[in-house]
């Protein structure tokens, strides 16, 4: 027992001894991590400081809707996703009020090539794929060539809707034909029954693959494309809700196009920006439809190519056919 | 049966026919523009100076190049009569004036500008163009008249419902009083959707300083013939340019439905002909009935069958 108890004892001096000892070392400690925690928090605040004030902050130059370039830190942006929804439900209704007209003054073409360009650029076509095409025209062995370029005539009463078994194409309430490529099958129904051969098919993979991956579909636009589907011209809806001319209209450097709205009675020419009364463009250029005989109600009109401003430089489409 | 003797006589007459017409299309190409004199004259507000010639740049590289090609560089498109070169003596020698007004007016295959480009944007161009021209001296136009200032002129635009026409009152501010503008020629325009269309003439305004425009009664306006119109100087370099827009009722009330509201063949299936959905209903209702009827007869047959079963009726 005793010798426990005289064991204790030093045992208890050396725990008393360890207590002071521990005391001072708190302090020693506290005084070490408060100091740190002080100095880490000076460090943490004056960085935040720093990173708040610090001209070269990573900043990103954004466009906002309203046309103004704003600059906003990169780590603060985040992705809008694209409501496709909502964006084909807006591209079946169409625009409220307008019925939309072409017209093509067949004088002025030239054969330039800038709006099938256009087009092609804008709806991701190759070469070889056409929305518009320039023809070379000649009714008979005396009469002149002409170039003619062709449009998708988006018909009031189209033929190519009406056999379309899974309603993928439509017609609007402001006169525009347009396929959803989502709903598109690829039975090509469509593409026999235009009698202007209007229409398109994609036997191969489209031609901006890399580009539009991961881009929402814009039925507006019928970007990204889709390989085993119909497309086809489509007035440029997107650029008519934007209140701007269509691309083929826009890069026409000859002034063939007017385009315009039947309800203002007013076209628009796309090279001078003239406007005039669509009833008197046509009253007095003798203004005519391709095939109205059809009953397909075309919203193209053409105006004939009498007094051509240009040479057709080409041979003849028919001097060397034999009948 | 046509001889010898005359295809050579056709011929004959045929060549000549296409010497006189070449010569013509010849002497038509070489044909001078000649430019009104009171045109020719004209001469811009602003002084041409670096940043105008920046913007002129940008704006004959996106209206002009495609054609004219660069200055200087001689590699304008092959066109005939071709697009001269902007800096060469040919096209320098045009004064300011002359310059404005062919680039506003065109010829032949050269566009008329007017609509594209503002009075600005056309001065600007020309002072990108001066810039090629080591001895151009720039001679500034005075101001419209003594007392006025440019940003002071203010035009009303009103329906005369006497007259029944489009009334535009020009005045200025002059020493602290508004004095009507005499003279000064108007152009009246309706806005459409992608452009605006010119109604009626230029106008000048009357000592009063009023000019007067004809509208057309069968102009289309809103749902209520609501018209936006814009008014707006012909010489934009003199009166600056100022404009006023203002909505008139005096349109034609136009309302279209949509082009999609009617039953149609191609129109969605709410919209299916009356003839269509009936024909239809009916046919399929026919072949269901007949499949019924049919049916039934078998069971009939079958039952009576049954019934007059010898083997059965011995049971």
């Known amino acids: ?323 | 049966m046509l001889t010898r003797k005359m295809i050579d006589k056709l011929m004959k007459r045929i060549y000549l026919l296409l010497f006189v017409l070449s010569s013509c299309a010849l002497a038509v190409s070489a044909q001078e523009w000649i430019v009104p004199a009171e045109n020719g004259a004209k001469l811009s507000t602003f002084a041409f100076t670096d940043s105008t010639r920046t913007a002129g740049g940008n704006l004959f590289n996106l209206n002009c190049k495609s054609c004219h090609g660069d200055p200087g560089k001689n590699n304008a498109v092959k066109l005939v009569p071709p697009p001269p070169d902007p800096a060469s003596l040919q096209m320098q020698k045009n004064s300011d004036g002359a310059f404005f007004y062919k680039v506003s007016v065109g010829r032949g295959l050269m566009p008329s500008f007017k609509n594209t480009l503002s009075a600005t944007d056309t001065w600007k161009i020309i002072s990108y163009l001066r810039g090629f021209n080591d001895k151009y001296v720039q001679v500034l136009a005075k101001q419209l008249a003594p007392g006025i200032s440019l940003e002071q002129v203010t035009l009303l635009l009103t329906w005369n419902k006497e007259k029944k026409q489009v009334q535009v009152a020009v005045s200025s501010l002059k020493e602290g009083t508004r004095q009507p503008v005499a003279g000064a020629e108007l152009k009246l325009f309706a806005q459409r959707y992608f452009g605006n269309l010119q109604v009626d003439e230029a106008r000048a305004t009357d000592s009063q300083g009023v000019a007067l425009f004809n509208f057309p009664a069968t102009l289309p306006g809103d749902s209520t013939g609501m018209v936006q119109l814009l008014v707006k100087p012909t010489d934009e370099t003199a009166f600056g340019e100022t404009k006023t827009l203002a909505a008139l009722e005096i349109g034609v009330p136009t309302y279209r439905p949509p082009l999609n509201e009617h039953r149609a063949l191609w129109n969605v299936n709410q919209k299916t002909p009356i003839w269509l959905l009936l024909t239809y209903v009916f046919s399929v209702l026919t072949v269901w009935a007949l499949i019924v009827y049919v049916m039934l007869q078998l069971r009939l047959l079958f039952k009576s069958g049954e019934e007059n079963d010898p083997d059965k009726q011995n049971i």
């Open chain 1, 1 to 323: 027992m005793n010798n426990k108890k005289s064991t204790a004892d030093p045992d208890n001096s050396i725990k008393s001894q360890e207590g002071a000892d521990s005391r001072r070392s708190f302090f020693k400690r506290f005084g070490l991590v408060g100091a740190a925690a002080a100095a880490g928090g000076a460090a943490i605040y004056s960085g935040y400081n720093y990173e708040e004030t610090k001209p070269n902050r990573d900043m990103v130059k954004v466009l906002t809707a309203d046309n103004k370039l704003v600059e906003v830190p990169r780590d603060q942006i985040k992705d809008v996703k694209v409501d496709v929804a909502r964006m084909t439900k807006q591209g079946r209704e169409g625009l409220a009020g307008h019925r939309w007209v072409m017209v093509i003054d067949l004088a002025k073409c030239r054969n330039a090539r800038k709006c099938i360009q256009a087009c092609q650029g804008a709806h991701h076509l190759r070469p070889y794929e056409y929305h518009i095409n320039t023809l070379t025209m000649q009714e008979s062995e005396n009469t002149a060539p002409y170039y003619m370029p062709k449009p998708c005539q988006h018909c009031d009463n189209p033929p190519c809707v009406a056999v379309c078994p899974v309603d993928a194409t439509f017609k609007r309430q402001d006169g525009i034909v347009l396929i959803d490529n989502e709903r598109c099958i690829g039975c090509r129904f469509c593409v026999a029954a235009c009698p202007y051969s209007a229409r398109m098919f994609h036997w191969e993979e489209p031609l901006v693959v890399e580009g539009d991956k991961g881009k929402e579909y814009n039925i507006e636009l019928n970007v990204p494309q889709k390989k085993g589907t119909v497309s086809k011209c489509l007035f440029s809806a997107d650029r008519l809700r934007e209140g701007k001319l269509p691309y083929c209209v826009s890069a026409c450097p000859n002034g063939v196009y007017s385009f315009g709205d039947e309800n203002q009675d007013s076209v628009t020419n796309g090279t001078t920006k003239e406007t005039h009364r669509l009833s008197e463009l046509l009253r007095d250029n003798g203004g005519y439809q391709l095939m109205p005989e059809l009953g397909t109600k075309p919203r193209v009109y053409y105006l004939p190519p009498k007094n051509r401003l240009f040479e057709f430089k080409e041979e003849s489409p028919i001097a060397n056919e034999k009948v």
